[in-house]
């Protein structure tokens, strides 16, 4: 994975949008939102914060296991157990673990309690790490992550080895949550997690990925990037038609110092020198609702586009619904990675024009269902790859919302001698086969999707297209595959339901402190977003 290379312009921020409302207690480093009378104070040296050493290094295991290594994804987290009191152990807040910052650590005791008291900002899957920390007093970190090659190996028949002759466990959610996919949401489905991991150093978990135990975030960084590569090994000698196990996984405390400081090295390069103590400045946004809806169009064009997401290319295109003419919709007509504000067109739907960008879709998508406010299209090759014969189906839960499947517009019925894009039955088709699903698959050709809010859709994109490479990485493995929606099961309870789709200020509440709190867009869009440079 290739380091996503920062450049930042200077830009007025508001703290509070990024350090969440509603937190009820400070996070290590105190009171973060120092105001105008405060600045003389600010100047001062900062005191050290208890376990500083600790703290810093937990904040660069984020950064790197993002950044530099591309274990972790937008949801993913790395914890340390405290060097002081073996009952206590830090995480970031709920925040994507490649901005994390020292103003991000909170303090949790066995119980996944935050010591400092109640908050309504912990990450949703806190118990999780108290789980292991309680039963494994020999561990001092613990990595929870969603890469491809982890999710695949769940979901397969096929075991993921750690080396000749030892295969990882796999823990089932479903017998412990009414027979529901999700996350570890509970002391108890935690304590069951941790059960299945037992004295092992890894646990797969089904539809979900994987939890790992180190005695050291260096160690730890080092055994959760070696599993991959042999994830990854095994993967290429089932395609070649061999079997043959990849060596084991050896304690190396010498090579786990020597990856440590390099990566090390290279993250504080990219923040001179210093561990980032704040969150990273969001760009401005406009004030006026107008200008707030093309802000946020330039970002979603230039998120989908980068290679950390790889939804659009220069071809396909993301537009947004004016905020207030329901019947006109803006998309830029520069290429994806490229577009500025002065690229944006306003079209309106009650008279389009002729293009040849397919807007017939979003025309018609946006007549038929007010409540749509963002559609895309788009060609990922791994979702083109499942938009004929093998159908795409939920393989992780991040992507849960494909439910049964989405519909299949097929491009043969369309009249072969106009151009694809510029045919005037392809909007009406793409919209009808669409209905209220998230998106629809033309075949053989790409993907429409349609969401109520830009944040939404970037989101539920970047899912849809990470679950079609877990869904051909597990087909490749050529076990039987168990997908979300092969074993019908009750309904989620709501606020459950809301947890699991991820984003936005709902969830599942955390750490004692009421109903959880995110960022309005979703944590995936702050990062993305503070890190996916705007030139």
């Known amino acids: 994975m290739t380091r996503t290379m920062l450049t930042w312009r200077p830009v007025t921020v508001v703290l509070g949008a990024l350090l969440l409302v509603g937190c009820s207690s400070e996070t290590p480093t105190g009171n973060a939102g120092a ?16 376990e500083q050493e600790l703290l810093e290094d937990l904040v660069l295991a984020n950064r790197i296991l993002t950044r530099e290594v591309g274990i972790l994804d937008i949801q993913a987290h790395v914890s340390a157990r405290s060097k002081t009191n073996p009952n206590h152990w830090y995480m970031a807040r709920f925040v994507a673990p490649g901005g994390a910052t020292l103003s991000d650590m909170v303090e949790y005791d066995l119980e996944s309690v935050p010591v400092n008291g109640p908050r309504n900002d912990s990450a949703r899957e806190i118990y999780l790490h108290g789980q292991i920390f309680k039963a494994r007093p020999d561990v001092m970190a613990v990595v929870h992550a969603h890469s491809p090659e982890f999710v695949a190996f769940g979901a397969t028949s096929v075991p993921l080895y750690w080396g000749p002759n030892k295969p990882v466990p796999v823990w089932d959610i479903r017998p412990l949550n009414g ?11 935690g304590q069951s997690m941790a059960e299945k991991m037992g004295g092992n150093e890894a646990v797969l978990l089904w539809g979900h990925g994987i939890s790992l135990a180190a005695r050291s975030l260096p160690e730890v960084i080092h055994r959760v990037t070696a599993l991959r590569e042999n994830a990854r090994s095994q993967m290429a000698a089932v395609s070649i038609g061999s079997s043959a196990q990849p060596e084991a996984i050896v304690d ?4 786990d110092k020597k990856a440590w400081d390099h990566y090390r090295r290279v993250d504080l390069l990219a923040e001179n020198g210093q561990v980032p103590t704040n969150p990273a400045p969001m760009p401005t946004k406009p004030a006026d609702p107008v200008g707030a809806a093309r802000h946020d169009l330039v970002l979603a064009n230039r998120i989908l586009s980068d290679e950390s997401v790889g939804i659009l290319g220069t071809a396909g295109h993301v537009s947004i619904r ?57 060609q990922p090759p791994e979702i083109v790859a499942l938009s004929r014969g093998v159908p795409l189906r939920p393989i992780v839960n991040g992507a849960a919302f494909i439910g049964d499947g989405l519909a299949v517009f097929n491009l043969s019925t369309l009249d072969p001698k106009q151009p694809l894009l ?19 698959l033309l075949s053989g050709h790409g993907v429409v999707m349609a969401r109520p809010s830009i944040y939404n859709l970037t989101g539920n994109a970047y899912q849809l297209r990470q679950n079609a490479r877990i869904q051909l990485q597990a087909m490749g493995l050529k076990g039987r595959v168990t997908y979300l929606n092969e074993v019908l099961a009750a309904p989620a309870p709501p606020a459950e339901a809301a947890a699991n789709a991820g984003g936005g200020p709902q969830g599942g509440g955390g750490g004692g402190g009421g109903q959880q ?19």
Not at 179 to 184: A, D, E, L, Q, S
Not at 422 to 440: E, F, R, Y
Request: glycine share 10%; charged share 20%; no cysteine.
């Open 422 to 440: 510029s045919n005037p039955a392809l909007g009406q088709g793409v919209a009808a086969a669409l209905g209220k699903k998230a998106g629809v």
């Open 179 to 189: 027979g529901r996919n999700g996350i570890v949401s509970s002391n108890l489905l």
């Open 35 to 50: 105001g105008a009378g405060d600045q003389a104070a600010a100047s001062q040296p900062a005191a050290p914060l208890p």
């Open 252 to 255: 190396d405390e010498a090579a």
């Open 517 to 535: 709190l995110g960022p309005p867009e979703g944590r995936d869009w702050v990062y993305w977003a503070q890190t996916i440079p705007v030139r």
């Open 322 to 378: 004016h905020p207030s003419n329901p019947n006109s919709y803006f998309v830029a007509t520069a290429a994806p990675g490229s577009v500025t504000d002065k690229d944006i067109i306003e079209r309106d739907i009650t008279k389009p024009s002729p293009d040849t960008m397919g807007l017939s879709i979003d025309d018609e998508i946006y007549k038929a269902n007010p409540d749509v406010k963002a559609v895309l299209y788009a």
